[in-house]
């Protein structure tokens, strides 16, 4: 891994839940906070200044963003803001359309060899000559992107990049690699930040890592 493109997180760098706010009813759910608010939005701000330094210096500049579902959304929503504030080289702003593809892969912590997409043929046909940006919260196997990459190139978009705003360093991973990361983590379940465990703890803003208690709280 080139580590220069990312920030590496590593477990010695895990901070004590005694040093940030965390909700009340999450306290016994998380072991430990893996990556703080303020840096997740420093990190968030640069990668749109990379991305917008990437974008061809054309008349019009148009970009179509596109969050993966349910996960991705803080980021989204956050990198859109920051993507809004910039101009290009020559000082033309971007033109921004915003759209979302709704996929699932995971069962309590474990990611399926299953992708389940929830969008039709005719919303997919809008991709078609468009420059995408794709934004997910968390690269795991790898499988899930690569299967919206496959299906998303049957649409002939001009140009796909990714930005993920984390990658797990895990043994089962394919070796893909995004265009854009903010983090590398170690290979561990990780929630806040949208990030789910069966539709909890998208409230937290940091991003931690889950406790045993808060697996088996929360487990279907």
Not at 110 to 115: H, I, L
Not at 150 to 159: Q, T
Request: glycine letters at 4%; proline letters at 3%; charged letters at 25%.
């Amino acid at each position: 891994m080139n580590v220069a493109k990312w920030i590496d997180v590593t477990t010695e760098k895990l901070y004590s839940l005694d040093h940030f706010v965390v909700p009340q009813h999450y306290e016994r759910d998380i072991e430990s906070i893996l990556i703080p608010h303020g840096i997740i939005m420093d990190r968030v701000e640069k990668l749109a200044r990379q991305i917008v330094a990437d974008i061809p210096d054309v008349e019009e500049p148009s970009l179509v963003v596109c969050c993966v579902l349910k996960g991705g959304h803080q980021f989204f929503a956050d990198l859109v803001n920051q993507l809004k504030k910039l101009q290009t080289s020559s000082g033309r702003s971007i033109q921004l359309s915003l759209e979302f593809l709704k996929v699932k892969s995971y069962h309590n912590d474990t990611s399926t060899k299953e992708v389940k997409f929830s969008v039709t043929n005719n919303e997919l046909m809008y991709y078609k000559g468009k420059n995408l940006l794709i934004v997910e919260d968390i690269i795991d196997t790898g499988r899930t992107m690569e299967k919206i990459l496959e299906r998303l190139s049957e649409y002939e978009p001009a140009s796909v990049k990714v930005t993920s705003l984390l990658i797990k360093k895990t043994s089962h991973s394919n070796g893909y690699i995004p265009d854009y990361v903010g983090f590398a983590i170690p290979d561990a379940f990780v929630v806040g930040y949208a990030l789910d465990y069966n539709e909890h703890f998208r409230d937290l803003d940091h991003i931690a890592v889950i406790s045993e208690h808060g697996k088996q709280a929360y487990a279907l």
